[in-house]
């Protein structure tokens, strides 16, 4: 799984969790407030609360939440990406029609003129709209996940280690065996282990100190210093990264690899 | 399936919801109820009548919430005139106005106006007509007679709102209703400056008839049982604040000596 998707999964979900903090939205005077909550509008006049559920709200939020989860279902192709920055935008226009919807059955003057028993009465109360910290967030998402559509989610330029490399770097914490053995895991190559020795068709990998098992022609041997390659008539000395990646390709070459790696949004 | 039919396919279903989820949206304005507010209005508290002119007291009603007020002003429709209104209370006003003559004939008047203030911290304005009733009467008697030596002391009694100048007395006479005959008679005026303040009082007015050239006296007393009657006719003067307004009055009194 990609970093770069992941990111955007975390935005998202920091997104719908300001939204249930923040109001995306806010009009507020002195006597009445409208607050867009991802439920939809929280409205006070006069000290009475009202809560108008709105669809449009509910699915944006929904929306949201999918466009950021369909790269992580999704993965053997680009698509994928495609799909999710479609979502996305439908999301904000769902937004765009809660305004809509807003200025046209909530929509506020800032002033009222009401009929009384005596006459009339007229009142005028300004008020201040302003947009909240979820929105800023959403903006930001749409930016990487449209970043992540175009460079197919590969626009970190640090790059993940290679199989290779990080096995080299797990021989210091856990032995080469070991560090092998996990190497042939995600390659997809079978072996067996009989008395720690890692056994691939008619070719072994031990540490030094187990004995050379039987019934092998090639061996490979790691030691304190160094490693021993024995390919069944000679000997060969190598250094522990040479040896490491003789071993893997030597593995290649004996072991049925599995099925290759699929590219992720090929 | 290949990617991109995937992808066509799941934006065309996720492009229907969203449209069925819009106009579902607008289904739902059925669920939006307009805000009910009780409403402050103006009424009159009491209109009253004195000295200082007609005073209208207005009052705030339904005053819910954080209501301040202000000032504005108020109109009397009938005589046009208008007055800044006064806070005497956190919810009354109080208006000022000069009396005029028009006043004595009217039992209502409409106010009309606006009254300012603040709802919640922003800008209020509560217009308002109102019909309230009104009691301008300028009333002037005879509360007592008494005649003895020649000299005539006339107790007048009143009621008013505004100032009034009794100028002068023409043909006064006392008839002795039970004998048929004068007591005395006046003919001409007896030019007088009786100054009456504005409200409830009684002035004594007194005649020496022996100083009069044009009377003709009778008899200097009353008999002891004997009914009278005073013809007093006047000329008083209105004193408003804008206009004198000088009228005719006849007043009279009918009564019976030594009760």
């Known amino acids: 799984m990609r970093l770069e998707v992941i990111i955007q999964l975390i935005i998202a979900l920091i997104f719908v969790i300001s939204w249930f903090l923040a109001p995306l939205w806010c009009l507020r005077s002195n006597i009445y407030t409208q607050e867009l909550t991802p439920l939809g509008f929280s409205i006070t006049f006069l000290g009475h609360k009202y809560f108008l559920i709105l669809p449009n709200s509910i699915a944006a939020l929904i929306y949201v939440i999918t466009s950021a989860l369909i790269p992580i279902a999704w993965r053997n192709s680009r698509y994928s990406l495609y799909l999710s920055l479609f979502t996305l935008s439908l999301a904000i226009m769902l937004i765009i029609t809660v305004f809509i919807f807003q200025s046209r059955y909530l929509f506020y003057g800032g002033y009222s003129v009401l009929s009384t028993e005596t006459g009339y009465m007229y009142i005028r109360i300004p008020y201040t709209t302003y947009f909240g910290i979820p929105l800023y967030i959403l903006v930001f998402l749409i930016i990487v996940t449209s970043v992540n559509a175009v460079t197919r989610a590969r626009w970190i330029t640090v790059r993940r280690m290679t199989i290779i490399e990080e096995t080299l770097l797990m021989v210091r914490s856990e032995g080469p065996i070991n560090a092998i053995r996990k190497a042939l895991d995600r390659i997809g190559i079978q072996y067996s282990i009989i008395n720690n020795a890692l056994i691939i068709g008619d070719m072994a990998i031990t540490a030094s100190n187990t004995g050379r098992p039987e019934g092998v022609k090639e061996y490979l041997s790691f030691t304190d210093k160094g490693f021993i390659y024995f390919d069944g008539s000679s000997i060969t000395e190598l250094s522990t990264e040479q040896g490491i990646i003789l071993a893997i390709s030597k593995a290649l070459i004996k072991g049925k690899p599995g099925k290759p790696l699929a590219g992720e949004y090929a | ?259």
């Open chain 2, 1 to 259: 399936m290949t990617p991109f039919k995937t992808f066509i396919l799941l934006s065309i279903i996720l492009t229907l919801i969203a449209l069925i989820i819009t106009y579902g949206a607008v289904k739902f304005t059925s669920s939006i109820h307009p805000a009910t507010m009780i409403t402050p209005y103006v009424d009159v508290e009491n209109t009253t009548v004195s000295g200082e002119g007609l005073i209208v007291k207005l009052v705030i009603i339904n005053a819910t919430g954080n209501i301040t007020i202000t000032g504005g002003y108020a109109s009397i429709l009938e005589t046009g005139q208008s007055a800044q209104l006064s806070t005497i209370g956190p919810l009354t006003l109080e208006a000022k106005y000069p009396l005029l003559p028009q006043y004595v004939n009217l039992s209502t008047i409409g106010i009309k106006g606006l009254v300012s203030g603040t709802f919640y911290g922003d800008p209020m304005y509560i217009g308002f007509f109102l019909v309230a009733p009104i009691s301008v009467r300028i009333n002037t008697w005879i509360s007592n007679v008494e005649y003895s030596d020649c000299i005539l002391n006339i107790l007048i009694s009143y009621s008013t709102p505004v100032p009034i100048m009794i100028n002068e007395i023409s043909n006064i006479t006392l008839v002795d209703d039970t004998q048929s005959s004068y007591v005395f008679y006046v003919i001409g005026n007896i030019p007088l400056s009786t100054y009456i303040t504005p409200g409830i009082n009684n002035t004594v007015i007194t005649i020496n008839l022996g100083t009069i050239p044009n009377a003709r006296v009778f008899s200097c007393s009353l008999v002891n049982g004997h009914t009278y009657t005073l013809y007093l006719p006047v000329s008083v003067t209105y004193v408003y604040p804008t206009i004198n307004m000088t009228s005719q009055l006849t007043l009279y009194r009918v009564f019976i000596t030594g009760g």
